[in-house]
């Protein structure tokens, strides 16, 4: 074990370069979140070119690798708006998933049945109003599950935001592979401290599910 006295004595490193990457994980999923909420509801509106501007947002920043859509948002929005590896990253990230995050949430709020809805209007509701008060709650329980999953997702890609110059948890991990020359102790350590910051996501799946599923 005394190979990995290194990860004890790089502590201070591993904590600040995990906050970077944490800090990073929440901005974009707030991001992500955001617009994809936005993409969702102009997905469903009755005006086209809503819809269409929502389903050609989708389609491009899906079928791009995350890895693309973070060298255009770093090397070319960055470089034009001055941005830092970090704002770059958020960006970049919350781009990319705000593509997924849309066809999560547009999907629960479809599952929820049509009488709701009528309902609503039938009571002199606004759209806004039960929108915000009855359909998405109701469809949240929808989407719980996969949006789980992909926030998963994009926790480990926050690992590619490495190759803009963000030192986060990988990029720090690999400067500090390549000069004490241990690079196994240093990536083992790295890869534990993923496995720990997803499996918290994982677990709190089920506390979001049981949570939301008091409020049926």
């Not at 995990?18 to 994980?25: G, M, N």
């Not at 693309?68 to 781009?95: D, E, K, R, T, Y």
């Amino acid at each position: 074990m005394g190979e990995f006295d290194i990860v004890w004595r790089s502590r201070a490193i591993f904590w600040n370069a995990s906050w970077v990457t944490i800090q990073v994980f929440i901005l974009s999923l707030i991001l992500a979140t955001a617009v994809g909420l936005g993409l969702a509801l102009m997905r469903m509106s009755g005006f086209r070119i809503l819809r269409w501007l929502s389903a050609t947002f989708v389609w491009v920043f899906r079928g791009m690798p995350a890895l693309v859509i973070l060298f255009f948002s770093f090397f070319w929005l960055g470089n034009n708006l001055g941005w830092s590896p970090f704002q770059s990253a958020i960006i970049g990230l919350g781009a990319s998933s705000a593509a997924y995050k849309a066809e999560i949430i547009r999907a629960g709020l479809l599952a929820v049945d049509r009488g709701q809805y009528e309902a609503s209007e039938a009571l002199g509701f606004t759209k806004a109003h039960y929108m915000r008060r009855i359909i998405i709650p109701q469809g949240i329980r929808v989407m719980i599950p996969n949006y789980i999953s992909n926030s998963t997702l994009l926790l480990k890609s926050t690992s590619l935001a490495a190759v803009i110059g963000l030192t986060e948890l990988t990029g720090r991990s690999r400067q500090l592979a390549n000069s004490t020359f241990q690079p196994i102790e240093i990536l083992t350590a790295a890869g534990v401290i993923y496995l720990v910051a997803t499996s918290f996501l994982t677990l709190s799946q089920g506390y979001f599910e049981r949570h939301f599923e008091l409020k049926r």
